[in-house]
């Protein structure tokens, strides 16, 4: 998370390869990186149209999107860089297979409260007094986003130099910690990014457009309940480590809650009923990726449930 926002020209991403490009039609997309700035062009065979990128959002991972200005306005490409196609395509939710001009081809207008938004987001103090200023802004989702401005970088990086410099009870008081949460708060509390329970049923998303509203989905579980601390986000992640992809990894967490033997029954402790197939990998089934064809991959679905087939998402 840390690094999913920097200026374009610094994007590895774009430093890397030469070779990016997307065709829709007559349309070519190229974004080529010469010196620091990289360029989107669009050509319609006849004319062509440049802009030099400004902003990259997203660490690459699975994707990265572009922001510029034209005309002191932003706007968003329209093209989108994919991990998995190693290549450029249709920024998700934002095809447009029929452009009207070259200009409508290249990029999306971005008005500035979405683009605050953005920033909210993906940085930490971009946003000063209703205005848009990234000269102090830490880009990314550093330690400030989740632990306040009160936190020193430096002496945060070791934290044991807050508990020497002001005793171990007052050094913790010093930075707000998200750990102390309600089970529902803290899952608000990532949800802030991620998306909330809330946001989800205001915006009415249904169906796989929400998968990645973890939050959303995760709540919607039988195994939430009333909340539980033991299926709080960070009950199975660390936000200061790297995602895990080891199913087995997450096996403690499922039983932290459900019995283990055939002979066991639920108790007020272990909640939840054995499972009659299988002892471990259990994300593999109940926690299933599901395909999202604007991202070119899948996410696991946070809706932690029996798969049955023709059931709705
Ligand atoms: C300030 C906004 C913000 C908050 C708060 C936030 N996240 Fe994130 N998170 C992001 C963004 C943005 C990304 C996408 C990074 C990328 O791929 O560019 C992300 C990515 C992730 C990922 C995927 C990482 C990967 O390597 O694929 C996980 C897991 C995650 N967040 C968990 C959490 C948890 C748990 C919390 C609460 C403790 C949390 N996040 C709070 C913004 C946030
Ligand atoms: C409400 C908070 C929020 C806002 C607003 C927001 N993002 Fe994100 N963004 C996230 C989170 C959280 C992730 C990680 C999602 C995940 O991995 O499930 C993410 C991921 C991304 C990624 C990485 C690819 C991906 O989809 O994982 C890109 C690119 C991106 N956002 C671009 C943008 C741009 C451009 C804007 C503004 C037009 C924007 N975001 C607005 C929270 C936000
Ligand atoms: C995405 C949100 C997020 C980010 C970014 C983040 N943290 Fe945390 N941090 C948390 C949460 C949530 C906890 C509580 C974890 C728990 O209780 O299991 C925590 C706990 C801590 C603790 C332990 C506090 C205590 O009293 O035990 C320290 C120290 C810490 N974080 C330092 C950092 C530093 C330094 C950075 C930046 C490099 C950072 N964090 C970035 C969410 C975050
Ligand atoms: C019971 C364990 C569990 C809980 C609780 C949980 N996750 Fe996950 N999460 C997973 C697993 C498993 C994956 C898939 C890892 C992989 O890629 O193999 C995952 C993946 C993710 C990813 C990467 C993108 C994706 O969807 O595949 C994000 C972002 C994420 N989780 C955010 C969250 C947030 C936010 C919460 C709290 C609402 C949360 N998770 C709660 C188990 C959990
Ligand atoms: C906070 C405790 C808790 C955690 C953690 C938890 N569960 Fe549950 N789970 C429950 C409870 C309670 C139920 C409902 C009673 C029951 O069916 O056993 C349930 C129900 C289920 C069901 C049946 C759902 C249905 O639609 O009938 C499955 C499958 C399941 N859990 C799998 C998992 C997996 C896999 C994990 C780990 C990724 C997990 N659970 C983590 C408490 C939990
Ligand atoms: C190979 C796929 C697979 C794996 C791995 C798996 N399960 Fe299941 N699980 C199922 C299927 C299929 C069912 C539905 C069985 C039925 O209803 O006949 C099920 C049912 C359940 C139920 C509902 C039981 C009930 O009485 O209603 C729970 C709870 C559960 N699994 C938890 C887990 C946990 C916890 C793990 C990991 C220790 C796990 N599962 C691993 C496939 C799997």
Redesign the pocket.
Known sequence: MAHTLMPAATADVLHSRTDLSFRNGKYLYEIKTKGAAPELTVTDGEHSIAADLLWAFGTGK?GQSYLFLRDGKYLESRVTYFSSLKNLDFTPTRALPSPHDLAEAQARPVDIVEVRRCFGCHSFGANVAGRLDTSKASLGVTCEACHGPGLNHELAMEFSQWEDRYGQEEGRKLIFNPGRLTPSDS?DF??SC??TWMDVKLAGTTGISN??M??????SSK?WGTGDKR???????DPHQP?????A??DS??LACHVSSPAARATKDHPGAVCPVATKEC?NCH?P?IEIPDMHT?????L?RVVRPGAPD
């Open positions: 699975l899952v990532c949800g991620h998306g998968v990645r973890q939050p959303y989905r995760l709540m195994c299926l709080a986000c960070i009950a199975c992640h995602l895990s992809t080891d199913a990894v997450y967490k499922c994300t926690m990726k899948s996410f696991a679905d946070h932690i």
